[in-house]
């Protein structure tokens, strides 16, 4: 197990932002099938962590590399544009904080759906129509809004959207900021449920921003805490935060309100 | 690592463990140094000793939820020997899915997951399908004494003692090679103590090792072949 080849292998990523430091030399290995948590306070680079790891954003310094399909490990900067973008497309997801940023809001809930399917070559009209439906009943959508433009759902209805549109082609590999984030607690609590499922259902890989450590506990395998753009502790989830070592983590853990 | 005794299936070595506080001033609480278990297949031992002497530390440390300053945990896992103090996070996850089963003081609630569907779960992590692991949940569910109207429900509103038999059915469902449970029987009435009993007496049974902290003297003396005194063991002031 020790020796099987990781998903993804991140080594020295640096990135700075002219004479900012927005994160400073990150290195780790994901494996298939784990769950990664990326927390820390706002301003702590998770964020720019994400879009570099996610090839939205090359990094200043650094390898970022992925088990591409027949190819094995690759640099995923090195790779050309289209052939980056049917990544971006097909064996990757990226759920946006903001599902504006992740949806098209002018096109149907169905087509924003089927369109990602159509994008890796699906043609057949009632075929695309009925795997939308049953992406949409996945994520506990009404069917009776498929022909609505998404602009008029709730927040938590496009979260919700988004989460069908990037999983119907079967990623292996999800990257999501803040999936949670705006959402009201019980809009939330369904949401993350859903998502838990999902995760386990499909044995997805996946690398989660957030700043919750509720959100944390319960999606995730295992932690890395950021604060100035460094990674300081890093671990199993319930062991960083049962256990936590280092003193920003412990702020962080203790920080915490109970209800 | 000598293999003296075949049938090991856990080995505490030389661990020691202390939390620093540094929200606190850097306050430095040691809770452990040099500790030494041995625990066979089908063996089952008692952690005990007052509060403080580091009995759920020492629980945690077994299951890699606390981190110890040094020393080792190895846990069989197959024909492999695993060092939870040291593993890679994928390597303990495997091992916790596989090997180590733990039973927890409380229940942590998940939103909206049925009280059946948190039992079967684990066993459904080890492949079982999800209708046979529903099966098997709904039976020790029944066993433990929880109505059969409350297998559809989410734990959250349940009393402190039917979360707890949700927890241990949680822990029960699969046969794990080693259990770690944390005072199962603490909120029960003596009914459902008995049951939890006869479990660990059945779970010894088929070989697995059992390490627990059990506060009821009469739950001790039932289920324990021997006692781990951390007051004497743990070598720190």
Same mark, same amino acid.
């Given at each position: 197990?020790?020796?099987?080849?990781?998903?993804?292998?991140?080594?020295?990523?640096?990135?700075?932002?002219?004479?900012?430091?927005?994160?400073?030399?990150?290195?780790?290995?994901?494996?298939?099938?784990?769950?990664?948590?990326?927390?820390?306070?706002?301003?702590?680079?998770?964020?720019?962590?994400?879009?570099?790891?996610?090839?939205?954003?090359?990094?200043?310094?650094?390898?970022?590399?992925?088990?591409?399909?027949?190819?094995?490990?690759?640099?995923?900067?090195?790779?050309?544009?289209?052939?980056? %973008?049917? &990544?971006?497309?097909?064996?990757?997801? *990226?759920? +946006?904080?903001? #599902?504006?940023? $992740? /949806?098209?809001?002018? @096109?149907?809930?169905?087509?924003?759906?089927?369109?990602?399917?159509?994008?890796?070559?699906?043609?057949?009209?009632?075929?695309?129509?009925?795997?939308?439906?049953?992406?949409?009943?996945?994520?506990?959508?009404?069917?009776?809004?498929?022909?609505?433009?998404?602009?008029?759902?709730?927040?938590?209805?496009?979260?919700?959207?988004?989460?069908? %549109?990037? &999983?119907?082609?079967?990623?292996?590999? *999800?990257? +999501?900021?803040? #999936?949670?984030? $705006? /959402?009201?607690?019980? @809009?939330?609590?369904?949401?993350?449920?859903?998502?838990?499922?999902?995760?386990?259902?499909?044995?997805?890989?996946?690398?989660?921003?957030?700043?919750?450590?509720?959100?944390?506990?319960?999606?995730?395998?295992?932690?890395?805490?950021?604060?100035?753009?460094?990674?300081?502790?890093?671990?199993?989830?319930?062991?960083?935060?049962?256990?936590?070592?280092?003193?920003?983590?412990?702020?962080?853990?203790?920080?915490?309100?109970?209800? | 690592?000598?293999?003296?005794?075949?049938?090991?299936?856990?080995?505490?070595?030389?661990?020691?463990?202390?939390?620093?506080?540094?929200?606190?001033?850097?306050?430095?609480?040691?809770?452990?140094?040099?500790?030494?278990?041995?625990?066979?297949?089908?063996?089952?031992?008692?952690?005990?000793?007052?509060?403080?002497?580091?009995?759920?530390?020492?629980?945690?440390?077994?299951?890699?939820?606390?981190?110890?300053?040094?020393?080792?945990?190895?846990?069989?896992?197959?024909?492999?020997?695993?060092?939870?103090?040291?593993?890679?996070?994928?390597?303990?996850?495997?091992?916790?899915?596989?090997?180590?089963?733990?039973?927890?003081?409380?229940?942590?609630?998940?939103?909206?997951?049925?009280?059946?569907?948190?039992?079967?779960?684990?066993?459904?992590?080890?492949?079982?399908?999800?209708?046979?692991?529903?099966?098997?949940?709904?039976?020790?569910?029944?066993?433990?004494?929880?109505?059969?109207?409350?297998?559809?429900?989410?734990?959250?509103?349940?009393?402190?003692?039917?979360?707890?038999?949700?927890?241990?059915?949680?822990?029960?469902?699969?046969?794990?090679?080693?259990?770690?449970?944390?005072?199962?029987?603490?909120?029960?009435?003596?009914?459902?103590?008995?049951?939890?009993?006869?479990?660990?007496?059945?779970?010894?049974?088929?070989?697995?090792?059992?390490?627990?902290?059990?506060?009821?003297?009469?739950?001790?003396?039932?289920?324990?072949?021997?006692?781990?005194?951390?007051?004497?063991?743990?070598?720190?002031?």
């Amino acid at each position: 197990m020790d020796t099987s080849s990781p998903l993804l292998r991140v080594r020295n990523l640096t990135h700075a932002y002219g004479n900012l430091l927005a994160c400073s030399d990150i290195s780790f290995e994901l494996h298939s099938g784990e769950v990664l948590g990326i927390v820390g306070e706002s301003g702590s680079g998770k964020t720019t962590l994400l879009n570099c790891l996610s090839a939205r954003l090359a990094p200043t310094n650094g390898i970022v590399e992925y088990d591409l399909r027949g190819r094995g490990l690759s640099d995923i900067y090195a790779l050309s544009e289209p052939e980056r %973008r049917l &990544l971006l497309r097909t064996d990757w997801g *990226v759920v +946006m904080q903001n #599902p504006r940023d $992740g /949806l098209r809001m002018d @096109v149907s809930a169905g087509g924003n759906v089927g369109e990602r399917l159509m994008a890796v070559g699906a043609r057949h009209y009632g075929a695309i129509r009925q795997e939308a439906e049953d992406w949409l009943t996945k994520v506990e959508m009404d069917l009776g809004r498929m022909d609505d433009k998404p602009k008029h759902f709730s927040g938590g209805m496009q979260q919700r959207l988004q989460i069908a %549109r990037n &999983l119907v082609t079967k990623p292996r590999l *999800v990257f +999501m900021d803040e #999936p949670t984030g $705006g /959402l009201d607690v019980s @809009v939330q609590a369904r949401l993350l449920d859903l998502l838990r499922g999902l995760v386990r259902e499909l044995r997805l890989s996946a690398i989660i921003v957030t700043h919750d450590l509720a959100v944390a506990r319960l999606l995730a395998d295992r932690l890395m805490v950021m604060k100035d753009g460094k990674v300081v502790e890093t671990g199993l989830t319930d062991q960083v935060l049962d256990d936590p070592h280092h003193p920003y983590t412990q702020l962080l853990v203790s920080s915490v309100l109970q209800v | 690592m000598t293999d003296d005794k075949k049938d090991a299936v856990i080995r505490v070595e030389n661990l020691s463990k202390a939390f620093v506080l540094h929200v606190q001033g850097g306050a430095r609480l040691p809770v452990f140094s040099n500790l030494n278990l041995e625990v066979a297949a089908g063996e089952s031992v008692a952690l005990y000793g007052p509060s403080g002497t580091g009995k759920s530390t020492l629980l945690r440390s077994l299951y890699a939820n606390y981190k110890p300053g040094s020393g080792q945990v190895w846990v069989r896992h197959d024909d492999d020997w695993v060092d939870m103090a040291g593993a890679a996070p994928h390597r303990v996850l495997e091992v916790r899915r596989r090997t180590v089963g733990y039973v927890s003081q409380f229940l942590r609630v998940i939103p909206r997951i049925c009280s059946r569907d948190i039992v079967a779960e684990p066993l459904h992590a080890l492949g079982a399908d999800l209708d046979q692991a529903r099966a098997k949940a709904e039976a020790l569910l029944a066993r433990l004494n929880i109505p059969e109207a409350m297998w559809d429900l989410a734990p959250a509103t349940f009393s402190g003692g039917e979360q707890q038999r949700v927890n241990i059915a949680r822990g029960f469902v699969a046969d794990y090679p080693v259990l770690l449970l944390d005072e199962p029987t603490a909120s029960l009435d003596a009914g459902n103590r008995a049951v939890v009993m006869d479990l660990i007496g059945e779970a010894k049974a088929r070989g697995a090792a059992i390490v627990g902290i059990f506060h009821d003297d009469e739950v001790r003396e039932a289920v324990a072949d021997r006692v781990f005194d951390l007051s004497k063991e743990r070598a720190v002031a």
